[in-house]
């Protein structure tokens, strides 16, 4: 469980730096995890309220929640 949570967190730095993206988009730039553990990481992150999906014209933006953004910046500093 520890290691879906540390791979949280490079998935909502990774949000956090660089910005909101597609599911694919945000894979591919967490080079760390494959693409169901990603899937599961993602679900856990919106379950928890730190992740957020928009409604694009074909797919979902992935963005980090206010909550998640507070998270970040605590973290941060």
């Known amino acids: 469980m520890a290691a ?5 967190l490079s998935v909502l ?3 956090f730096h660089n ?8 894979w591919g730039r967490c080079d760390v995890i494959d693409w169901p553990g990603f899937k599961r ?3 856990m992150l919106h379950a928890q ?3 957020e999906f928009i409604d694009g014209e074909q797919q979902k933006l ?5 909550e998640g953004h507070e998270l970040m910046q605590s973290l941060a500093q």
Request: hydrophobic share 40%.
């Open 49 to 51: 309220g730190m992740v």
């Open 62 to 66: 992935i963005d980090l929640t206010e």
């Open 41 to 43: 990481v993602m679900s």
């Open 19 to 26: 910005g909101p993206g597609f599911r694919k988009e945000l």
């Open 13 to 15: 730095e990774e949000i």
């Open 4 to 8: 879906i949570k540390n791979l949280g």
